[in-house]
Nanobody, 123 residues
């Protein structure tokens, strides 16, 4: 079983990125899939999560208006679309799975992680 993130890039402030988390060896619809990020010198923080039953949760109101979370069951991916990117969105973004299928913003509750994808917002 494996999670692989992709889509990270260098973008200007105000730009757009679509991050994807692809799963192999298991069905994403059986797990909660969380997106976390870790900025330089900061702790890892929860961004959003798609529960096993397909409900999206956001862990900050500021992201809810700028970011969109979606799941493609056939493609076995969960995507995070990010609009109006800001300098402080610069971080490594990770996806992780939780076997219980229930979302949480606590990274310690997720059993498996991808390797991360770098998002850099810079002018």
């Amino acid at each position: 079983s494996q999670l692989v993130e992709s889509g990270g890039d260098l973008v200007h402030p105000g730009g757009f990125l679509r991050l994807s988390c692809a799963a192999s060896g298991f069905a994403m619809s059986s797990y909660a899939i969380g997106w976390f990020r870790q900025a330089p010198g900061k702790e890892r923080e929860g961004v959003a999560c798609m529960s096993a039953i397909g409900v999206a949760y956001w862990y900050a109101e500021s992201w809810k208006g700028r970011f969109t979370l979606s799941r493609d069951i056939a493609g076995n991916t969960v995507s995070l679309e990010m609009n109006s990117l800001r300098h402080d969105d610069t971080a490594i973004y990770y996806c992780a799975r939780r076997q219980s299928g229930v979302c949480s913003d606590s990274s310690s509750l997720y059993e498996d992680w991808g390797q991360g994808t770098q998002v850099t917002v810079s002018s």
